[in-house]
């Protein structure tokens, strides 16, 4: 399958050391089947970075992952929910899988998120708010071994922000 990767640079050799702490999944390599949510996030980055020109990587993802360790949580629920908040919290609970997938808990499903985070709303109604989103997904790869056995780089390409951004 082909994913997407959206950064402030080209990006042949993915390496995980360059992940931020605290994310969705824990630390790793995120990808994404969706072009346009890359493309977003490679102008977010690119802004944030003095020389970053906005670029988005395409790899190969081999679609039979059965010999790893795979957490898919198919839609946002409880656990998909719990597991996101101790990734941010700091926990390590990434590192029981070798690849996490399910959807983002990007800057508008995080203030929601953040309701549930700060105890002021319960799971029930913290989910029930997350599924006015619009849908997206992330596929974190938390190791470099598993990066380097299920990763081909094919080309990237650099994105322009449109009028409307």
């Known amino acids: 399958m082909t994913v997407y990767h959206g950064s402030a640079y080209e990006v042949k050799n993915p390496d995980v050391k360059f992940s931020k702490n605290y994310l969705d999944f824990g630390r790793g390599f995120y990808v994404t089947t969706f072009k346009e949510q890359a493309e977003k996030w490679a102008l977010r980055k690119a802004d944030r970075t003095k020389n970053g020109i906005a670029t988005v990587n395409i790899f190969d993802l081999p679609d039979d992952l059965s010999s790893f360790r795979v957490l898919?949580?198919?839609?946002?629920?409880?656990?998909?929910?719990?597991?996101?908040?101790?990734?941010?919290?700091?926990?390590?609970?990434?590192?029981?899988?070798?690849?996490?997938?399910?959807?983002?808990?990007?800057?508008?499903?995080?203030?929601?998120?953040?309701?549930?985070?700060?105890?002021?709303?319960?799971?029930?109604?913290?989910?029930?708010?997350?599924?006015?989103?619009?849908?997206s997904n992330q596929i974190c790869i938390t190791n470099q071994e598993t990066v380097q056995k299920l990763l081909t780089f094919k080309y990237s390409y650099r994105v322009e922000a449109g009028k409307d951004d």
Do not use: H, P, Q
Request: net charge negative.
């Open 72 to 135: 898919d949580f198919g839609s946002e629920n409880e656990a998909w929910l719990e597991f996101v908040c101790n990734c941010r919290k700091g926990s390590y609970i990434y590192k029981n899988y070798d690849i996490i997938i399910g959807t983002v808990a990007d800057d508008d499903v995080f203030k929601t998120v953040n309701m549930y985070f700060r105890g002021l709303w319960d799971k029930k109604k913290t989910l029930e708010e997350i599924r006015y989103y619009k849908t």
